[in-house]
């Protein structure tokens, strides 16, 4: 069973930032889209952004901005700068790799990524 793990999710004050952290098993993070994705409570999970191997990042359009994604390909880890925390930023981020090796998908639709991380908590306090 493939595992990714997240970490450096943290309870901030609103105006804070935050690094959230993914490693991946090398096999499944080599020439692999990667992304994030976050999921509050009573809301459907929602695409963040997604980095290709070559660092090409395409983020959600409402959340352009504030969230910077990048990846380190020789430690199989994938990082989300999140800046300027927000309350509405509170939910739980999850770490995906996408199911096909080579390339991105041309949006971040859930279904699209085959492994998952178990996902660290995000929580920004007014």
């Known amino acids: 069973q493939v595992q990714l793990v997240e970490s450096g999710g943290d309870s901030v004050q609103s105006g804070g930032s935050l690094r959230l952290s993914c490693v991946t098993p090398?096999?499944?993070?080599?020439?692999?889209?990667m992304a994030w994705f976050r999921q509050a409570p009573g809301k459907d999970r929602e695409g963040v952004a997604h980095?290709?191997?070559?660092?090409?990042?395409t983020y959600a359009d409402s959340l352009k901005g504030r969230f910077s994604i990048s990846r380190d390909n020789a430690e199989n880890m994938v990082f989300l700068q999140i800046d300027s925390l927000k309350s509405e930023d509170t939910a739980m981020y999850y770490c995906a790799a996408f199911s096909v090796t080579g390339y991105c998908p041309s949006d971040l639709n859930p279904a699209d990524f085959r492994y998952w991380g178990q996902g660290t908590q995000v929580t920004v306090s007014s």
């Open positions: 090398r096999d499944t993070f080599r020439n692999r889209c």
């Open positions: 980095i290709n191997t070559w660092s090409d990042a």
